[in-house]
């Protein structure tokens, strides 16, 4: 079976039908006890009205939408998306919209505690709740075809980026052993995950339970990995025992801070080696994979928060608007062939991001 995800990744073209416009709404959904989750879905719509912009700002591009459109009748595969620590919905909206075009609906909630929106300390600590947060827009979007349009509930995967793939790993059937994370972390005190690990109540007492108990979902048929943190906290024996298509995408130019070869390396040499794709993505950074900065965007970042413009910096020749369509070319023919979906045919078929990758198996 991975040689045929393989196969897609380095060798196909395909077309895709491109809706002629992109639907948007926004959702507040009410999670475990007070927590209140702001949830944006995209979706397929034959409405040409006139959209609007979303997710810009005086740093970040945003993109045109059409907000609460009509969806297009039928049944679609449901992508659910997971943003980093710190991020937001906007973050991955470059992706959610390539999606749509291959005739996907697509949620990303804003994670309450880790998100720009909300850094919530106590939120924050209850680390365990971001699955769950998934799991919400999912069961909402089912029983409410209102929404986007009609869910296929046998095509669904997940996508995340940074703790965001630690996020869908756990909806895979990942377990997390806290006090493993915390030895480890003793022995690489400077990584970025570490940094965090007292913000996201990694090293509590209290934590260590709900952290370890089992967040997986069924209906999850296949998961991404955007340059993910926190892998290294997972047990193997739960890895071991993972059975659905996994892809890995890790940043090429990665940093000390946040190596490729111990977050997404671990869990490649941990998963079955079957279920999984590895690609190391030439000149990506960590926060390639976020949406695109305006030309001023790091130096507005860096005026307001000193060392953060970081978030505009790529390491390679291809800008991040080009990266953006080669991911979400090789990204959607795995998803594509994970959940045996075939897009209606297009004009113009894309060609697929070679650079860089690997496969294991």
Request: hydrophobic fraction near 40%; glycine fraction near 10%; include cysteine.
């Amino acid at each position: 079976m991975l040689k045929r995800f393989a196969v897609l990744l380095t060798g196909l073209l395909f077309c895709s039908h491109i809706f002629a416009a992109v639907g948007f709404r926004q959702l507040t959904l009410n999670g475990s006890g007070s927590r209140s989750i702001e949830v944006a879905v995209w979706y397929p719509t034959q409405q040409t009205d006139v959209g609007e912009s979303i997710g810009e700002n005086a740093a970040f591009e945003g993109s045109t939408v059409l907000r609460n459109a009509a969806p297009v009748p039928g049944a679609h595969p449901l992508l659910l998306l997971s943003h980093g620590h710190g991020g937001s919905w906007r973050n991955l909206a470059w992706l959610a919209e390539g999606m749509v075009s291959q005739g996907y609906i697509v949620a990303a909630p804003n994670h309450p505690g880790t998100t720009s929106q909300n850094a919530d300390p106590k939120q924050a600590r209850q680390l365990w709740l971001r699955p769950d947060d998934l799991k919400l827009a999912m069961r909402e979007l089912i029983v409410d075809p209102a929404i986007a349009g009609e869910v296929d509930s046998t095509r669904i995967a997940a996508a995340g980026h940074s703790l965001g793939g630690w996020t869908v790993m756990e909806l895979a059937g990942a377990k997390f052993d806290a006090r493993k994370f915390n030895v480890d972390c003793a022995k690489h005190v400077g990584l970025s995950s570490c940094r965090v690990a007292a913000k996201l109540g990694i090293n509590s007492d209290a934590s260590r339970a709900p952290l370890a108990a089992d967040r997986s979902e069924k209906r999850i048929r296949a998961v991404i990995l955007l340059d993910s943190g926190l892998a290294r906290g997972f047990t193997r024996e739960s890895l071991a025992k993972i059975a659905l298509p996994v892809l890995i995408l890790a940043a090429g130019d990665d940093s000390p801070e946040l190596p490729a070869e111990l977050e997404s390396g671990y869990l490649v040499s941990a998963l079955p080696p079957r279920w999984v794709t590895f690609a190391r993505i030439d000149g990506a950074t960590h926060f390639s994979f976020m949406q695109l900065c305006k030309p001023q965007g790091e130096k507005l970042i860096e005026e307001s928060a000193p060392g953060e413009g970081v978030v505009c910096q790529d390491g390679g020749t291809f800008s991040r608007k080009e990266l953006h369509r080669r991911l979400a070319v090789n990204i959607s023919g795995f998803l594509n062939a994970a959940l045996h979906f075939q897009p209606q045919p297009g004009e113009k078929p894309l060609a697929p991001f070679r650079s860089g990758e690997e496969t294991r198996g």
